[in-house]
């Protein structure tokens, strides 16, 4: 975990800094550690917490550089990897609660991205194409 934070620590004063080739590269590494750590990491909260975390910040910092759609593909990645952890019966039970908790999280990241920044494919594939439809107001239009 110390190594983890360490990275991105680094990766955020790289953003802050606006060198963000350097932070999409250290970023990058926070996300192969998160990943390659998921299922080994001791506290399942942070396990999934690292992960999220890693693919929140690779997400604005495409929308930084003026890639949606790059964007869009590291939020669906974390929502889908979290969907697919609960679902899966061989991990360990505090895992899956974990991604349980942080996939609400993640879904409501993706339905503001998807209202700030329209559809995208990968969006329109992991949530059905209805993620954001307008509630009719019974008030009618303000």
Same mark, same amino acid.
């Given at each position: 975990? @110390?190594?983890?934070?360490?990275?991105?620590?680094?990766?955020?004063?790289?953003?802050? %800094?606006? $060198?963000?080739?350097?932070?999409? $590269?250290?970023?990058?590494?926070?996300?192969?550690?998160?990943?390659?750590?998921?299922?080994?990491?001791?506290?399942?909260? @942070?396990?999934?917490?690292?992960?999220?975390?890693?693919?929140?910040?690779?997400?604005? #910092?495409? =929308?930084? =550089?003026?890639?949606?759609?790059?964007? %869009?593909?590291?939020?669906?990645?974390?929502? !889908? &990897? #979290?969907?697919? +952890?609960?679902?899966?019966?061989?991990?360990?039970?505090? =895992? &899956?609660?974990? %991604?349980? &908790?942080?996939?609400?999280?993640?879904?409501?990241?993706?339905?503001?991205?998807?209202?700030?920044?329209? @559809?995208?494919?990968? +969006?329109? &594939?992991?949530?059905?194409? +209805?993620?954001? !439809?307008?509630?009719?107001? !019974?008030?009618?239009?303000?």
């Amino acid at each position: 975990m @110390e190594h983890w934070k360490r990275t991105i620590e680094r990766a955020n004063r790289c953003f802050m %800094a606006g $060198e963000l080739v350097d932070a999409r $590269e250290a970023y990058l590494q926070a996300l192969a550690l998160a990943q390659v750590l998921f299922e080994r990491w001791a506290d399942a909260d @942070e396990a999934v917490a690292a992960c999220v975390i890693s693919h929140h910040n690779l997400a604005d #910092l495409h =929308l930084r =550089l003026n890639q949606p759609e790059e964007s %869009a593909e590291y939020l669906c990645a974390v929502h !889908q &990897r #979290l969907l697919q +952890t609960m679902q899966d019966p061989r991990l360990r039970p505090q =895992l &899956r609660e974990a %991604a349980l &908790r942080q996939s609400s999280k993640t879904y409501v990241e993706l339905l503001n991205f998807i209202s700030d920044h329209g @559809e995208y494919p990968r +969006t329109h &594939r992991l949530l059905g194409g +209805t993620a954001v !439809q307008p509630i009719p107001s !019974q008030y009618g239009a303000h």
